[in-house]
C-alpha cells in the first residue's frame, strides 16, 4: 500500500535527525501533512483536525498522534509504523472551547520525559495554528521551543530517484489534462464543464497510473480578471476573444507535476501575443540556466535580462521548490526563484518554473515543471511551450 | 460576479461588528478564507499565502490586505470593496525567512492608529499560524490581543434565504454525483476512475448551475480500511464483496451541501447490512428530533438511544453545521450534534448529520446535509437513505 519501501522512510528519518542534531533539536513535532506523509506515510484527509508527528533523536520511528477515528484504522494500518507508535486523542478534543488536541500532545510527550526538551514546532504552517503553540507552551512550561519551520522541508528538496518516478508520472497525466483543457475550451462552453473535464482527465490519469487530487485546484482565470492568477472558475460561457490562462498539476501518489499555458479563445490582441513570446523566451533562458551549482537567483536573473530587453518588468517569482504535497499548496516553502535567494541548486531538485505575466486586464502564464540533472535540466512534462490559439 | 447583494455584506458587517462591540473587541483579524469571502466577496486559491481581512468597529467596509498579484487585480475587481480598502503586500514577503506578510499587516494597523487597541485574532485557524501571531506581537507590542476565533464563523451558523438557494443548488449536485459514483462502482474498475466520474458530476454541475470545488476531495475508503474515513482513493481496481464509503459534497459558489452513502459490491456480509440498518433508524431518529429550541446534545441523544438498544456506541460527533468553506474543511468548526454541546437550534441553521460506523474492518456510513425549517427540518438533497448494493 505504501508508495515506498520501508527502507527509504528509515533513510529520510536519519537526514530528519542528523538535521535536528545539528541545530541542537531533541523533539520535533511535524504537523505538516506533507513532511507526516513523508516521514510515516500516512496519507488521509484528516490534517483539518490537529495531528502531529513526533520525532526523537533516539527512536529510529516517529510517533503519530491522531483523532481516534484516524489513529486506531487509518493510521496503523497505512503506514509503517508499529500500533505502540499511534496515539489516539478522543472526539470530544476536536473544535471544542475547553480543550485542544495540543493538550493531549503535551500529555504524550510529558509521558516521553520530553517535558524539558529542546522542541521544534513547524511555526509557519498552516497546520500549527497559534492555538497549537499556545496550547503546547502551557502544557509544557519547562520545554524550549525552536523554529523547526521547514526543516523537512529543506530535507524534501531533493527528491530521491523513486520520487522522480512518482513526479514523472504525474506528468504524463498533466500532459492528457492540459490537452484536455484546450480541446474543451471553446466559445459557449461554460467553465465549469472545461473544469470538470480538466478534473477527470487529472483523476482518472493514464492507464498504468492512476491520478491523485492535487494540492491546488485548477486555476482558469480569464478575460479581464485574467491578470488574478488565482481566480478559479464560474457558470460563465466563454466568449470569443477571451484569453484564458490554465493552470493545473498532475498528482500521481500525492506527488506533483504542475504545468501552466494560456489558450486564446479567437485570434488574440497583439498585446498578448507580444507577452506570450517574451514569456517564452524568457522562460527558455532560465531553463537554460539551471544546472548544479548555479543559485535559485541567477536563474532568475536569466529570465529577468529578457524582460529588460523588452522594458518589462515581473514583481513576483518566477519558480519554487514543489513535489509532495496536500492542499493548500504543491510548493514546498523552501528554495524560489527570485532576487536574493542564494540556494544552491542541486541534481534532483525539482522546480516549477512559472514566470507569470500579471496585467491589469490580461495575464499570460507559460510554466515548466523540471528536475535538475547532472549537468542541466530535464522538464517534466513533455508539451508545446507556446500560445495556444483556438 | 458576487454571489450576493452589496445590501447582504453590509449586513454581515453589522452583524459581525455588533458581535465585536459586546465583547470589547476594537478590530478583527479575519484569516479564515470562508471568513473572508463572507465579508468581503473574495474567492481566490491565494489563501496559500497569508492573508487578512481588518475589520474595524468605524468602518462598514473592510479592509483586504493580501499579495499584491492578488490585490491589485483579484481583489480590487471582484469584491465590493473599493481600491481604497485593498492593500498590497510586495512578493518578497512571500516565504522568506527575513519578513512575514503580518509585519506589514502590522504596519497598516498603526497606520490606522490601531496600535493600541483590542485586536482580536482567529486563533485556532488553519490560516493564522503561530508565526503570524508571533509577528503581530511583535509589531504591535501595545496591542491587547484576544482570540477571535470562530466569532464571524458564529455568525455564518444561521443562514440567510439567499444562502439557502445556493446550498439546495448544491444539493441537486450531490445527487447527481452520487448517483454517478453508484453507477460507476464495479469489480474490475479502478478506484480512481470512479473517483474521476465523481469529480466531473460535482464540478459540471447540473444544466443550470455549475459546480464548484468542495473544500474536501471524495472520501472513499473501502475494504478492511473502510473503518478509516478520510482515506481517498487509490489506482487499485475493486473487488466483488468490497463495500464502498462515499462521503462527498455538491458545491455552488463555494457554499456545500454533504451527503454520504454505502456502497456494497456484491452481496453484503450480515454486520454490514444490520449496522446500516441501525444507521438508518438512528438517523431517522435524530432527523426527527432536530427543531428550533432543541439543542444538540439532543439530537446526538436520539441516536445515541437507537444504537443503545441494539448494543451498539459510537466514540465520535453525529454532525456538525456547515455551508460555505475552502479546503480543507466544509464544517464550520461551530455547533457539534454531540453530548455537552448546548447550542440551540434556529432556523436557518444547516447541519451534515453523519453518524459514521467505523469498525476495525469495515465502516458504514449514511448521512443527511439539512436545513433547519420552522417547526423541524429538511434534508437538502433527496436521495434514497439506504445501503446500495451493486
Known amino acids: 500500500m505504501l ?13 530528519v535527525q542528523a538535521n535536528m542534531n545539528t541545530k541542537g533539536i531533541e523533539v520535533l513535532l511535524v504537523t505538516d501533512p506533507a513532511n507526516m506523509a513523508y516521514l510515516s506515510g500516512y496519507n488521509a484527509w484528516s490534517f483539518y483536525v490537529h495531528q502531529v508527528l513526533i520525532v526523537t533523536l533516539d527512536d529510529e520511528m516517529p510517533i503519530f498522534v491522531g483523532r481516534y477515528m484516524d489513529a486506531f484504522c487509518g493510521a496503523i494500518k497505512t503506514t509503517w509504523l508499529d500500533a505502540g507508535h499511534v496515539r489516539a486523542y478522543s472526539d470530544d478534543y476536536v473544535q471544542s472551547t475547553e480543550k485542544h488536541p495540543m493538550d493531549y500532545v503535551a500529555g504524550v510527550l510529558r509521558e516521553l520525559d520530553a517535558g524539558a526538551k529542546s522542541i521544534a514546532v513547524e511555526m509557519d504552517n498552516y497546520y500549527f495554528t497559534a492555538s497549537c503553540f499556545e496550547s503546547l507552551k502551557k502544557g509544557l512550561p519547562d520545554a524550549k521551543f525552536v523554529n523547526g519551520n521547514l526543516l523537512v522541508n529543506w530535507v524534501r528538496i531533493i527528491k530521491s530517484d523513486n520520487e522522480i518516478i512518482l513526479q514523472k508520472r504525474a506528468a504524463r497525466i498533466v500532459e492528457k489534462a492540459m490537452q484536455t483543457a484546450i480541446d474543451s475550451l471553446d466559445v459557449g462552453v461554460r467553465q465549469c464543464d472545461v473544469a470538470a473535464n480538466i478534473y477527470h482527465a487529472l483523476v482518472s490519469g493514464t492507464e498504468e497510473f492512476g491520478g491523485d487530487y492535487p494540492a491546488i485546484v485548477p486555476l482558469m482565470p480569464c478575460g479581464e480578471t485574467a491578470g488574478a492568477p488565482h481566480l478559479t472558475w464560474t457558470d460563465e460561457k466563454y466568449k470569443s476573444g477571451t484569453t484564458v490562462v490554465i493552470e493545473i498539476a498532475g498528482s500521481h501518489q500525492r506527488y506533483h507535476s504542475p504545468l501552466s499555458r494560456t489558450i486564446a479563445i479567437g485570434e488574440p490582441g497583439d498585446q498578448v501575443k ?30 529577468r535580462r529578457v524582460l529588460k530587453k523588452y522594458g518589462l518588468e515581473k514583481e513576483s517569482r518566477i519558480g519554487y521548490s514543489m513535489g509532495l504535497n496536500y492542499p493548500p499548496d504543491w510548493g ?32 499570460v502564464e507559460i510554466s515548466e515543471a523540471l528536475r535538475v540533472t547532472e549537468n542541466g535540466c530535464e522538464t517534466l512534462a513533455n508539451f508545446p511551450r507556446q500560445l495556444f490559439i483556438k
Open 274 to 303: 507580444r507577452v506570450a513570446d517574451i514569456t517564452v523566451e524568457g522562460l527558455n533562458e532560465a531553463l537554460a540556466t539551471i544546472k548544479p551549482g548555479v543559485t535559485c537567483e541567477e536563474v532568475e536573473l536569466a529570465w
Open 3 to 15: 508508495p515506498f519501501t520501508e527502507v527509504e522512510y528509515r533513510e529520510r528519518m536519519r537526514k
Open 332 to 363: 514546498e516553502h523552501t528554495a524560489s526563484l527570485r532576487p536574493g535567494d542564494k540556494t544552491i541548486i542541486q541534481p534532483n531538485m525539482t522546480f516549477h518554473c512559472i514566470p507569470g505575466m500579471y496585467f491589469d486586464d490580461f495575464g
